[in-house]
């Protein structure tokens, strides 16, 4: 089968070359999926697609007049696909519903210690021979309540290591989790988890009812100071209304590995570029602002999982099996 891997890069092709057990043949294209990129799909029989890349009803038309009839994505979250014009097209969607929970869970503590341990500002003053503990004071994690939006695979996961901590674990979820509810954890309407966690962090998928969850109003909900974690999806957080609840002090710091408009910013070097967007920029002017470009899944066992679970995925197409990581409209 001829697959035509779209924003790719250079860690895509090493670990999809290593595990192309099945002989594809795969070409590798650097550009972003768009309306305007979808002709480099022409004359192959499936398109692989990451987290940016817009999959949406024209493109999909698009890919329906070229007889594909397979998109593989190589990432759990399926927000940037119309799954409803797919079904309408017979175009199948599979996915990697999990590669590393421990990645991204392990990555939302490690903003979590950085933010409040100040360990971005203590590196570059240390490398200046500036050795002053001048405003670095931080907290005690422990003893601490962490509110945990979402209980999932990565959430539940993420929950366990800030037990550990010695902290109180509280959750929202439409679904309770039977496991943490043998921990202790406390399930709590949404309300009442803002107003009483001292760090909260977004586990949730981005949906319709979850779009701007974290808003002007929830954020007045929550404690005065508290910190806010998203290695979610960007659009959980309004980053506008954020600012205002950070440049009030109503929020005391955040962490975000995502971010709403991130398809323009992130996975490329711009470093000598003048950036448009003047919601990143004064994010990434507070001192109690911690960005990461959506790095939370990129470890060695998330890329492999990754490149193995999406080989597997087309051959279950390609050999006519069950398709155990379809993703349908419902
Ligand atoms: P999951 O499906 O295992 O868990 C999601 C949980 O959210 C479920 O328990 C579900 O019931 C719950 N949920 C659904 N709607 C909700 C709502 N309205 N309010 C509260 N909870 C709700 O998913 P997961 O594997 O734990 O992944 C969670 C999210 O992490 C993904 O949707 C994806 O957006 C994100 N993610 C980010 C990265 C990264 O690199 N930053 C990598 C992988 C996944």
């Known amino acids: 089968m001829k697959i035509a ?4 890069k250079a860690y ?22 768009t309306e305007e990129t979808v002709d480099f799909a022409k004359g192959y029989d499936a398109i692989c697609t990451f987290v940016n890349d817009q999959v949406n009803a024209e493109v999909l038309e698009k890919l329906h007049s070229y007889d594909i009839k397979l998109v593989v994505l190589r990432c759990a979250g399926f927000n940037n696909v119309d799954l409803e014009k797919a079904k309408e097209l017979d175009i199948k969607v599979l996915r990697v519903p999990a590669y590393s929970p421990h990645a991204v869970a392990e990555h939302a503590v490690a903003l979590i210690m950085a933010l409040n341990r100040k360990i971005h500002k203590a590196y570059n003053r240390v490398r200046e021979l500036n050795f002053s503990l001048e405003r670095l004071t931080g907290f005690d994690i422990y003893g601490k309540t962490v509110g945990v939006v979402g209980t999932g695979k990565i959430g539940a996961i993420f929950a366990k290591i800030m ?22 954890v406390e399930y709590l309407p949404l309300e009442e988890l803002l107003s009483t966690s001292d760090i909260i962090s977004l586990h949730c998928p981005l949906l319709p009812s979850t779009h701007h969850l974290i808003n002007k109003n929830t954020l007045k909900l929550m404690k005065k100071g508290a910190m806010l974690i998203n290695t979610s999806r960007g659009a959980l957080v309004n980053a506008k209304h954020a600012i205002k609840a950070l440049k009030s002090r109503q929020l005391g710091s955040l962490g975000i590995d995502v971010y709403e408009m991130e398809e323009k910013l992130f996975f490329r070097d711009l470093s000598e570029k003048i950036v448009n967007d003047d919601v990143i920029a004064r994010l990434l002017s507070f001192p109690n602002v911690l960005i990461t470009s959506h790095q939370a899944f990129f470890t060695d066992e998330a890329l492999t999982e990754i490149a193995k679970t999406t080989m597997n995925n087309i051959e279950d197409f390609r050999s006519g099996n069950e398709l155990i990581n379809e993703v349908k409209f419902s």
Do not use: P
């Open 5 to 8: 891997v779209f924003s790719t």
């Open 12 to 33: 895509d092709k090493e670990y999809f070359e290593k595990h192309n057990q099945y002989q594809f043949d795969l070409s590798f294209y650097k550009v972003r999926l």
């Open 163 to 184: 037990k550990g901590f010695g902290c109180k674990i509280v959750a929202f979820d439409v679904h309770k989790n039977e496991e943490l509810l043998k921990e202790g």
